[in-house]
């Protein structure tokens, strides 16, 4: 071999060598791969937990609510009875008053809803128009329209006060029906009176079965079978000494929707009476 050809091999060799060092460096300064993840949970820390100092039951919002509108619609059908009691005494200076009070009780009562128990966006409009009907007989003392606007309203509020206590809405038309009686047998109007006889009528056909399935009701039922046909028998005349007599089986009828006392060593309820709650 030739000098050259030796300088030659010579050369590529140190070049050869060369290389293998360079990339050598290169590999020792790669990141080393991260060892394999362990199935093994990682320690967690540990904490108190927060006690609190006075725990109570969760709230039930909507009972809670039902219960105020349920008092807010008693105390609005109680004004109202307060005010018919003044406009038949003539002092209106008071029925005003109560007006004024039933009015700001009426704001708050429970807003129309699709859903039970709320009553219906049409019959909410009926019960804003009487309500002004109402407000104007009083500032015309005009007795025989306040008659007229208190019934309505005395009987919408009662038909929602009836869904909140369970009671039949036919039972709560009856009372209805019954007020009507009154006032146009008082007016002398023997048209509107036959046609709230008729509607009576057909109110307690359809509540009596209700009635007969109370304990003690098919006497009471009974019993409400002959009042009523002596009422569609009856003259405007004779309607004054009946009516009483037909109030007094109502209140007696209603009282079978009240919760009974519970027996003796359980927590004591208060009974009611009438339309108490």
């Known amino acids: 071999m030739t ?40 320690p967690t820390a540990t904490t108190t937990p927060l006690m609190a100092t006075s725990p109570s039951p969760p709230i039930n919002k909507t009972s809670q609510a039902e219960g105020q509108w349920r008092n807010d ?11 018919a009691v003044e406009v038949s005494a003539s002092d209106w200076a008071k029925a005003q008053a109560h007006f004024v009070e039933f009015s700001n ?7 129309p809803q699709l859903n039970h128990p709320d009553i219906s966006p049409v019959m909410q409009d009926f019960f804003a128009l009487y309500k002004l009907q109402l407000g104007r007989a009083l500032n015309e003392q005009n007795a025989q329209q306040v008659r007229i606007s208190h019934n309505q309203l005395f009987g919408i509020i009662g038909e929602q006060r009836a869904r909140f206590r369970g009671v039949p809405l036919e039972f709560q038309r009856l009372r209805f029906l019954l007020r009507e009686i009154e006032i146009w047998s008082a007016a002398g109007d023997e048209e509107i ?3 709230r006889k008729t509607a009576l009528g057909e109110a307690w056909r359809d509540v009596r079965p ?16 002959e009042l009523i046909a002596k009422l569609a028998a009856s003259q405007v005349a004779e309607l004054a000494a009946l009516l009483p007599e037909l109030n007094k089986e109502m209140e007696k009828m209603n009282n079978m929707f009240q919760p009974r006392p519970r027996l003796t ?4 309820v208060p009974a009611k009476t009438g339309e108490d709650d």
Do not use: W, Y
Request: glycine share 4%; charged share 15%; proline share 7%.
């Open 210 to 225: 209700v009635i007969v399935a109370r304990r003690s009701g098919t006497e009471s039922a009974s019993h409400f079978d």
């Open 73 to 83: 619609l008693k105390e609005a059908q109680t004004l109202l009875d307060q005010l």
């Open 105 to 111: 009780k009426a704001q708050q009562l429970p807003a």
């Open 3 to 42: 000098k050259r050809a030796t300088a030659i091999v010579f050369v590529i060799s140190l070049l050869t060598l060369g290389g293998f060092v360079i990339v050598s460096n290169l590999a020792s300064t790669q990141r080393l791969p991260l060892p394999p993840k362990t199935t093994q949970p990682l």
């Open 265 to 268: 060593g359980s927590p004591s």
């Open 193 to 195: 009176l036959k046609m």
